[in-house]
């Protein structure tokens, strides 16, 4: 599976705040360290790694041997660093964005407390006896209007380094 632009995009921003959970070290890319990695993924799905200053080979060469070596996808190679997304078979955690728009679903986040408004009048003129065609939501209606700020007949005084206040 090939991530798209918008998925790692996505994933770069996930894993951002992620501390590195593996560094290639001087042994470079052994049997134990691949096993290591295999057993990060299958816990976390998205991780850092970091390659040593006495690492054997280059932070590229490192990325991409273990992609292919753990059936990951490389989803960003930043400095010293790199990340490795592998979605879990059985349940994945992450889901991306690719995801969502190739099975129609999207996602809505609603606000604590407010309704979603409904795009259909006839349907909401139901539930309440006052609206009409044309009145606004139920949670639009309770919405104070806003109150204009009151200006101070004050003036403000000038700065002291100007000439009216030299005066």
Known sequence: MALSGKDRRFLRGLG????????????????????????????????????G???????????????????AELAQVLGRTFLLYRADADEPRIALPSDGAKAGKTKTVARAGVKPASRDKAETAGDDPFAQAGDATEFERHVPAPVPKARSKRRSLPHRSSKKAMR
């Open 53 to 71: 200053e006495s690492a054997p080979m280059d932070r590229r060469e490192a990325a991409d041997a273990l992609a292919e070596a753990t059936r």
């Open 16 to 51: 951002h705040h992620l501390d590195p959970v593996l560094q290639v070290g001087k042994e470079g890319l052994s049997e134990a360290f691949l096993a290591a990695v295999e057993q990060a993924l299958s816990d976390h799905e998205l991780i850092k790694i970091r390659v």
